[in-house]
């Protein structure tokens, strides 16, 4: 399911104004905070939080008592 997440945060941030390229970011940094709370091959469930704050896409993971959070910046 990381690969679903992973596109769904390109989609979120193509939605918000961000460029394809940026969307790859964001991609990226959803990756990022999966890893940190649930390693690469483990069969756990992350559930995903997407906000908008002050001109950031905010995204959080959470994995049983793991929680990872990350910024990337919208276009204005």
């Known amino acids: 399911m990381r690969e679903v997440a992973t596109e769904l945060a390109a989609r979120v941030a193509e939605y918000l104004g961000d460029q394809a390229r940026d969307a790859l970011a964001v991609s990226a940094a959803l990756e990022s905070v999966a890893s940190r709370v649930a390693p690469n091959g483990s069969d756990a469930d992350i559930e995903f939080d997407f906000h908008q704050v002050e001109g950031e896409l905010l995204i959080e993971a ?12 919208l276009p204005a």
């Open 62 to 73: 959470r994995c049983g008592s793991r929680t990872s959070k990350v910024r990337c910046p």
